[in-house]
């Protein structure tokens, strides 16, 4: 049914560097997109980067030039390098993996989060 398993989050001072990474298993299905999303308390869930399975790659305004994401040639792990960060990029940042590159015949799962903490 595939599994999504992230890992790399942490506490940095403003302007220090984290990298997250997220690996997709467990399913007979082909990996399409993977994303990172990010959820600050109170707020919605909301994209911060993503990357197709051809390496297309997409960035929130708010974190273009200062995150970089990545895929791995297994095509199966996605990293987030991310510099520069800030209070504001505080956050749960998850993980989506889609599952099957067929629109009719595909699905997603997230994975179960990891937090990011910025202090100033």
């Known amino acids: 049914q595939g599994q999504v398993t992230e890992s790399g989050g942490g506490r940095v001072q403003a302007g220090g560097s984290l990298r997250l990474s997220c690996t997709a298993s467990?399913?007979?299905?082909?990996?399409?997109?993977m994303a990172w999303y990010r959820q600050a308390p109170e707020k919605q869930r909301e994209l911060v980067s993503r990357?197709?399975?051809?390496?297309?790659?997409d960035y929130a305004d708010s974190v273009k030039g200062r995150f970089s994401i990545s895929r791995d040639n297994t095509g199966n792990t996605i990293h987030l390098q991310m510099n520069s960060l800030q209070p504001e990029d505080t956050a749960v940042y998850y993980c989506?993996?889609?599952?099957?590159?067929?629109?009719?015949?595909?699905?997603?799962?997230w994975g179960q989060g990891t937090q990011v903490t910025v202090s100033s």
């Open positions: 989506k993996v889609r599952f099957g590159d067929n629109p009719t015949n595909s699905y997603d799962r």
């Open positions: 467990g399913s007979a299905f082909s990996i399409g997109d």
């Open positions: 990357i197709t399975s051809g390496g297309d790659q």
